[in-house]
């Protein structure tokens, strides 16, 4: 399996950590492995959390494990007299000043700098968290990969913007490749990132991306997966998990921009996605009519309210697919999409720890896993995605085999 593994790296990291901030940012907590045995150790991870249900085949790595972030955000705040930005130290609101990070987009970081020293030229300041005074707070940056659009977010705590059009130019000046500027106000005493006030300075205040063969807008506040190579990849799996024919009614649940939703549509004869975050919705309705995707609906609600709803309704889907935060899909949710019963499901996780606990209530109700499969979105740190594929369809015992985790895990130490 090791082997296996080195098919997907370009290059052996060395054995020592490379990133100056690594003691006290903590955003990286694999830093210290190579990336072989980074790979290694989240295989692990994934056979002792889901091997019993059935083999998990062999984690997709990265060639290029670096840079890979299409999402930056950074802290800005002040120590003495001087302006600092970058990343809280974890568990703490305490700001690690960062210039660049292994695991960022090189612009974005760039972008952040510049951003800093303008601060600093226009005589404006960053925001004091315990006074709640100062201008800047956040600067959030999301770039895409092959548009190569970038957005700048900046988020104020109050909407009067000092010499806006000159800081504005300012800017675009030494980086002419941003396509918009959008300012935010967040004036809550909150550990979020974003209020609920925007206004677009420069350009049309979204980007657009390219995944899939598709086009999707994005929006400061939605959603979007912040590493586009390995999204292709997650999926390009979860799509040949679920082998449409073009006559399966599909559901999206948790759909986010509609990202998977309209992947599927192309092989499915109608699929509705389901999302909470009004936000991602209005940008799901625009990506489809961007796409010209008529057989797809997004309907914007709680996926678990909205399950109970269709199981009460006696509405049929032949395939779910679900790709819910961290916490995992609801009882009342899973309840439903047993009552619902469709063919087969399509099970997209970023915690393998939820997803084996909602794995052992599906797999009591009648479903079978088929398929499971990890694929390393975060390279460097703890968290890694898993497909899983479940049906109701009756089918031969298999004989796992688990004499390697020993092995593996003797080697990711």
Do not use: W
């Given at each position: 399996m090791q082997a296996n593994i080195k098919k997907h790296i370009k290059t052996e990291n060395d054995k020592k950590p490379q990133c100056p901030h690594r003691k006290k940012c903590g955003g990286c907590q694999l830093q210290n492995l190579s990336y072989e045995k980074q790979l290694s150790f989240k295989q692990v991870k994934v056979i002792k959390l889901l091997g019993r249900y059935h083999h998990v085949c062999e984690i997709i790595g990265?060639?290029?494990?670096?840079?890979?972030?299409?999402k930056v955000q950074a802290a800005f705040g002040e120590r003495g007299k001087e302006i600092i930005s970058g990343v809280y130290q974890s568990s703490t609101h305490n700001i690690v000043p960062v210039?660049?990070?292994?695991?960022?987009?090189?612009?974005?970081?760039?972008?952040?700098?510049?951003?800093?020293?303008?601060?600093?030229?226009?005589?404006?300041?960053?925001?004091?968290?315990?006074?709640?005074?100062?201008?800047?707070?956040?600067?959030?940056?999301?770039?895409?990969?092959?548009?190569?659009?970038?957005?700048?977010?900046?988020?104020?705590?109050?909407?009067?913007?000092p010499k806006e059009s000159q800081f504005v130019n300012a800017l675009l000046s030494r980086h002419p490749e941003i396509t918009t500027i959008v300012q935010n106000v967040n004036n809550k005493r909150t550990s979020l990132v974003l209020g609920e006030q925007s206004r677009v300075l420069y350009g049309d205040g979204y980007i657009e991306e390219h995944l899939c063969g598709l086009k999707f807008r994005i929006s400061p506040k939605a959603f979007y997966q912040i590493n586009p190579i390995q999204?292709?990849?997650?999926?390009?799996?979860?799509?040949?998990?679920?082998?449409?024919?073009?006559?399966?009614?599909?559901?999206?649940?948790?759909?986010?921009?509609?990202t998977i939703g309209m992947?599927?549509?192309?092989?499915?004869?109608?699929?509705?996605?389901?999302?909470l975050n009004p936000d991602a919705v209005k940008d799901a309705v625009t990506n489809a009519k961007l796409n010209g995707v008529e057989n797809i609906e997004f309907i914007c609600d709680d996926a678990g309210k909205f399950m109970v709803?269709?199981?009460?309704?006696?509405?049929?889907f032949d395939t779910v697919i679900m790709d819910p935060p961290r916490a995992g899909a609801s009882l009342e949710f899973l309840r439903s999409l047993v009552t619902l019963s469709p063919k087969k499901i399509v099970y997209i996780s970023c915690n393998p720890e939820t997803q084996a606990r909602d794995l052992s209530f599906l797999t009591r109700k009648g479903y079978k896993v088929r398929r499971i499969q990890p694929v390393d979105m975060f390279p460097h740190t703890e968290h890694v995605?898993?497909?899983?594929?479940?049906?109701?369809?009756?089918?031969?015992?298999?004989?796992?085999?688990?004499?390697?985790?020993?092995?593996?895990?003797?080697?990711?130490?």
């Open positions: 990265m060639e290029n494990p670096y840079h890979y972030r299409n210039d660049s990070c292994m695991i960022e987009d090189q612009k974005a970081d760039e972008i952040i700098v510049t951003i800093r020293k303008l601060l600093k030229s226009f005589k404006m300041r960053a925001f004091n968290d315990v006074t709640m005074k100062g201008f800047l707070r956040h600067v959030l940056i999301k770039r895409g990969f092959a548009s190569g659009e970038i957005m700048v977010v900046l988020v104020t705590a109050v909407m009067d913007f999204t292709e990849v997650l999926y390009g799996k979860a799509m040949e998990f679920a082998a449409l024919t073009g006559n399966e009614t599909v559901l999206d649940a948790y759909c986010g921009t509609g992947i599927a549509s192309k092989n499915a004869k109608s699929v509705v996605g389901v999302e709803r269709a199981a009460e309704n006696g509405e049929k995605e898993s497909v899983v594929c479940l049906s109701r369809e009756k089918a031969d015992d298999y004989i796992r085999i688990s004499v390697h985790t020993k092995d593996l895990q003797a080697k990711a130490n």
